[in-house]
């Protein structure tokens, strides 16, 4: 039976900053300890804490609903997502990765993601870690899904991410509401919870998966959507910093005959991916931008590869590590 | 918070004290709520429900209740009884039919449609050193629905999980200097 | 029987042709429905009416209704395509992210605003009648409102509230009630008796 309660007072979780800054206007940003420990205290609870509801994801006129359950497995974390709209599709989130499970067209497709993150939980297991390359500053107190919150800005130090502003629940951290923001300021995607019910969860979870359910959500065992990337034929010249490589597979796209290589770099907040494959003809260098901004990309031939950049980051990031690639002398042709 | 754990109860129990007619319909409702009313009570508590009109409103005010201690947003007005009266025009709900579901696939990565994202990019060619002026645009949307299978495969990994319709793609001309 | 069994077991009443079942779920649901519904509508008249709609289409898709997701799941999915569909034929989109977060013209871009989309009317309302509620609850009887407060607040259920509390579960469901008619009583003043006073 779990302790939690919506009325309990803030500071339960163990090794939590109480804020003690003056409630009506952004303060400066916190130094960087106290900014740290409130990263980690957002990014903790969204695994930490039991919790279930409904929240929408928004990009421009466009929109999501998905419900939510987390259930946290001693200091792991356990979710299950739902779309309410559109394909029929179910995700379930574990530390070492998540499924997702689609009913389209009276068929059922199983698929495996790299990630296994999803709203709220936005901020990387080490969190504090970002503390060097955003500045974090408490902000005015607000109401989210009937829960009362405070807003945290958390705002890039360069020009190289977005920033968030995040709505964190005063008595656990959790965060209800994020909205991705530009330089200026303007909103480029947003989540928020229209209802959550923070720490008892529906007996009907803790029954554990019917035989019927285990079998729904077993991979094949010959669908290996990834595999290890064993000759590297490019290399990165420049990263913007904080930015590190945290994965590199061989991975099949559905328009493309051969797998192609899928980098991922991060600074754990900001992602962008490299995508590498030979090209077949003289590619010429495109670069491109989604409607609102939010998304830049670039494409240019590397050696005899084709490399697309793209990330949800500003145009400097995807520069940076475009105009860095440089093909390796010691590569063997593919 | 505290809890106090009675050692004896000295509360009656339902069946010492006397309910009326009314008030035991009430409670098997406040039971309904809950969950915890046993199979055969609850299809007698959802008859009665037709009986007698003022319950549903009874029901609705234990409802809100529950919402308001949670802090959250709540109504009580008339709308389930709105509901209820708009659906007297409905012909009656009878046995299911069972029905093929029609799926109808609204894009939620960007797989396999090559709708799904429009780019217009302004290539520069590669022969001229002139980067194109920004001024002049020339849509070549249908090359680039290629560049969809990236940005599902990239929001495999970047925790989006939006669809991509709204991903109209804008502007270009690359220069890169040797 | 668990809640989703009552949502299935409702819905089966719906099926053998009574009606009234289905204003069980309306009444249960609704509220959640259009805390939902404001996410995506500003305008309240206007997220009752999709509310209606929405539960009407519900009411016909019955049959359709399989049991295997969650009946408020399901429910979930009729409404956010019904909003969807209402803006869309009166060329309206949902309210795009510049438009939720804008705040005051003259400020600075350094405030950056994220108000939840509730209207401060229905805010307002809601607060006093929250408030008026946990007054009720204050004042209940010690075991009155540690029972209704292990339910609502807690999410126990009878067994584990009468395990908690020592008492049996007859007794934990009499306190329930008499909780809430408690609490009803106090209620009913400011509510009004006229069916069309809202919150």
């Known amino acids: 039976m779990t302790q939690w309660c919506m009325r309990m007072p803030a500071g339960m979780l163990a090794g939590c900053m109480a804020l003690s800054v003056p409630a009506v206007q952004a303060a400066d940003p916190l130094p960087p300890q106290e900014a740290a420990a409130l990263l980690q205290r957002m990014s903790d609870a969204a695994r930490r804490v039991a919790y279930e509801g409904v929240f929408v994801m928004q990009h421009g006129a466009s929109m999501q609903t998905l419900s939510i359950v987390n259930r946290p497995v001693g200091t792991a974390k356990e979710s299950r997502l739902a779309a309410l709209d559109g394909v029929e599709r179910e995700i379930r989130c574990s530390e070492t990765g998540s499924v997702s499970r689609v009913i389209e067209g009276g068929q059922i497709k199983l698929e495996k993601r790299l990630n296994s993150r999803y709203f709220p939980d936005l901020l990387p297991p080490n969190a504090a870690a970002l503390a060097s390359w955003y500045h974090v500053k408490p902000g005015e107190r607000v109401r989210v899904a009937g ?13 190289f991410r977005w920033g968030y502003v995040l709505c964190a629940e005063q008595g656990t951290g959790l965060p209800l509401k994020a909205v991705m923001v530009n330089e200026s300021g303007q909103p480029l995607m947003q989540y928020a919870f229209a209802e959550i019910r923070i720490g008892s969860l529906p007996r009907v979870e803790s029954r554990g998966l019917s035989k019927t359910e285990q079998t729904a959500w077993t991979m094949p065992p010959a669908a290996a959507a990834t595999r290890p990337i064993m000759l590297e034929t490019v290399s990165v010249k420049n990263l913007p910093p904080g930015f590190s490589r945290i994965t590199a597979v061989k991975r099949k796209l559905p328009n493309k005959p051969e797998e192609v290589e899928h980098w991922v770099f991060s600074d754990g907040l900001t992602h962008i991916s490299l995508f590498l494959e030979p090209a077949l003809q003289p590619i010429e260098s495109i670069r491109g931008q989604s409607k609102q901004g939010m998304i830049n990309m670039a494409k240019r031939q590397v050696g005899t590869m084709q490399a697309t950049i793209l990330g949800d980051a500003p145009w400097p990031a995807i520069e940076a590590i475009a105009m860095g690639l440089e093909a390796r002398s010691d590569a063997a042709t593919r | 918070m505290k809890i106090h754990v009675m050692t004896e109860s000295t509360m009656p129990s339902q069946s010492e004290q006397q309910n009326s007619p009314a008030e035991s319909r009430h409670e098997n409702l406040s039971a309904l709520i809950d969950g915890e009313l046993s199979d055969g009570m609850a299809r007698i508590a959802i008859t009665q429900l037709g009986h007698s009109p003022g319950d549903l409103a009874r029901l609705g005010e234990y409802l809100a209740i529950g919402d308001a201690m949670r802090g959250l947003n709540t109504r009580h007005d008339g709308f389930s009884a709105r509901v209820m009266a708009e659906l007297e025009n409905e012909p009656v709900v009878l046995a299911p039919v069972q029905k093929k579901r029609e799926s109808r696939p609204t894009l939620w990565l960007a797989a396999a449609t090559a709708a799904a994202i429009t780019w217009v990019v302004w290539q520069s060619n590669p022969r001229d050193d002139l980067a194109v002026p920004l001024a002049s645009v020339q849509q070549t949307a249908p090359q680039f629905d290629e560049a969809s299978p990236y940005l599902a495969a990239h929001q495999d990994f970047a925790q989006a999980v939006i669809s991509t319709q709204e991903m109209r793609f804008t502007k270009a001309s690359l220069e890169i200097r040797p | 029987m668990s809640d989703r069994d009552l949502d299935l077991q409702l819905v089966e009443r719906v099926r053998q042709g009574d009606q009234r079942a289905f204003g069980i779920l309306v ?38 209704f399989r049991g295997d997701a969650a009946f408020y799941t399901w429910l979930y999915r009729i409404a956010v395509n019904t909003a969807k569909n209402y803006l869309s034929s009166r060329n309206r989109s949902m309210p795009t992210v510049s438009d939720q977060a804008m705040n005051d013209e003259d400020e600075p871009d350094e405030r950056l605003v994220a108000q939840d989309i509730a209207t401060p009317e229905t805010e307002l309302l809601s ?32 067994e584990e509230i009468a395990e908690t509390m020592a008492c049996p579960i007859g007794t934990v469901r009499s306190r329930i009630f008499r909780a809430r008619e408690a609490i009803a009583t106090k209620l009913r003043p400011i509510l009004g008796t006229a069916d069309d006073k809202r919150w």
């Open chain 1, 147 to 159: 829960l009362d919150c405070r807003q945290i800005e958390v705002s890039p130090k360069d020009d």
């Open chain 3, 27 to 64: 009444e249960k649901y609704q509220r959640k429905l259009m805390r939902l519904l404001s996410r995506m509508v500003r305008d309240q008249h206007e997220v009752e009416d999709i509310a209606q709609e929405a539960f009407i289409k519900a009411y016909r898709a019955l049959p359709q």
């Open chain 3, 127 to 158: 607060k006093q009648v929250a408030i008026a509620v946990n007054q009720a609850v204050d004042a209940l009887p010690e075991e009155l409102r540690q029972a209704i407060t292990l339910r609502e607040i807690e999410g126990m259920s009878y």
